[in-house]
């Protein structure tokens, strides 16, 4: 099956720095990822959909300032997650399609101290 | 937009007993409906799909059946094994759009 390929898969960052998350369709080319976020013992919560070649759709609450989302090329999108504190720390995970099939990446746990 | 309830919360059973997770959705235009198992410290992993032009699926000691009138989905497995704990969530969509998950469901099975 195809393959997302998300790095690092774990990082910790000091508060107010910030960290860039990467999740690659390695065979396959995806014009949309969805990125989501997933705190202990709670669900996985869609923060945005990624278009490639253009602006990101945020759902309601997330803050499009701190969490920016650039997909540049039809393989790669990226999560950034600027000033970060501690209450960002969470496991977060993108996911693509290849035809009508869905795929998530390994997810990408961050701690912020 | 899309809205997925899931129950139980959580669910235990003895081993080699049968565990029903049911889920119901909002929007009547989805039409994927996947179930997720995920354990501790690592990502979700697809378990069983069902697509809204058929009613039930099976694979092995999972079953997934749909109910495109009542808007509800289940997942069924039988014969549980210890292995099988995990969190398992369900999730629906229209294709090409994002999933929306459930909250997910703790499975206990002790032997």
């Known amino acids: 099956g195809a393959v997302v390929s998300q790095h690092p898969s774990r990082v910790i960052c000091k508060s107010g720095t910030s960290v860039k998350i990467e999740c690659r369709s390695l065979?396959?080319?995806?014009?949309?990822m969805f990125w989501y976020r997933q705190f202990p013992k709670q669900s996985l919560m869609l923060m945005a959909t990624?278009?490639?070649?253009?602006?990101?759709?945020?759902e309601q609450g997330v803050e499009k300032d701190k969490f920016l989302i650039n997909h540049a090329s039809l393989t790669l999108s990226t999560l950034t997650v600027t000033s970060a504190h501690p209450e960002d720390s969470s496991f977060y995970i993108c996911s693509g399609y290849s035809g009508n099939t869905i795929y998530f990446g390994e997810g990408s746990w961050l701690t912020v101290v | 937009g899309e809205n997925v309830e899931q129950h139980p919360s959580t669910l235990s059973v003895q081993e080699g007993d049968s565990a029903v997770i049911k889920c119901t959705y909002s929007?009547?235009?989805?039409?994927?409906f996947p179930w997720y198992k995920q354990e501790l410290g690592k990502g979700p992993q697809l378990i069983i799909d069902i697509r809204s032009n058929v009613g039930e699926k099976k694979d092995q000691r999972i079953a997934v059946t749909l109910n495109k009138t009542a808007k509800h989905f289940s997942l069924h497995i039988t014969e549980t094994q210890p292995e099988d704990s995990a969190v398992y969530f369900c999730?629906?969509?229209?294709?090409?759009?994002?999933?929306?998950f459930g909250k997910g469901t703790t499975l206990s099975v002790s032997s």
């Open positions: 065979d396959f080319q995806a014009t949309t």
């Open positions: 999730a629906a969509n229209q294709a090409g759009t994002a999933l929306i």
């Open positions: 929007d009547s235009a989805s039409n994927y």
């Open positions: 990624s278009n490639e070649g253009s602006k990101a759709t945020y």
